[in-house]
């Protein structure tokens, strides 16, 4: 089985939205991996 992929938006007061600096230096979206589907749907509640 391969890795899920997860990204999600995260927006603060003042709407401004928080993103990270990757290895490339380019700016993205909070991210992270669920090794199943179960991992998956906990990640979401």
């Keep these: 089985m391969f890795p899920i992929s997860i990204k999600g938006v995260l927006t603060l007061f003042e709407r401004r939205v928080v993103l ?3 290895d490339r230096n380019e ?8 090794r199943s589907i179960h991992a998956f749907n906990a990640s979401l509640s």
């Design 27 to 34: 700016w993205e979206l909070p991210s992270g991996y669920a």
């Design 20 to 22: 990270t600096l990757n």
